[in-house]
């Protein structure tokens, strides 16, 4: 599975549970609402869901990859 910037940075802006803010702002509501944060910062490595060791907690990386053909 391919696991590059770009493609965290795309699986991250299909998200419908991207949450950029460490969890401080009631993310069990968390969209895919990324206008409001900034292009660079868009990935799943700033997501609250990603864990350190280095996988998304939600399990959700590989279905927007093969779903999104990325």
């Known amino acids: 599975m391919k696991k590059d910037e770009k493609t965290f940075h795309e699986v991250a802006e299909r998200c419908t549970r991207f949450c950029p803010c460490g969890g401080g702002c ?12 900034s292009s660079e910062s868009v990935s799943c490595k700033s997501c609250k869901h990603y864990t350190p060791d280095k996988v998304c907690s939600l399990d959700l990386y590989q279905e927007i990859v093969e779903n999104h053909n990325l």
């Not at 009631?26 to 944060?37: E, F, I, L, R, V």
Request: proline share 0%.
């Open 26 to 37: 009631g993310c069990k509501n968390a969209t895919n609402s990324t206008s409001s944060t």
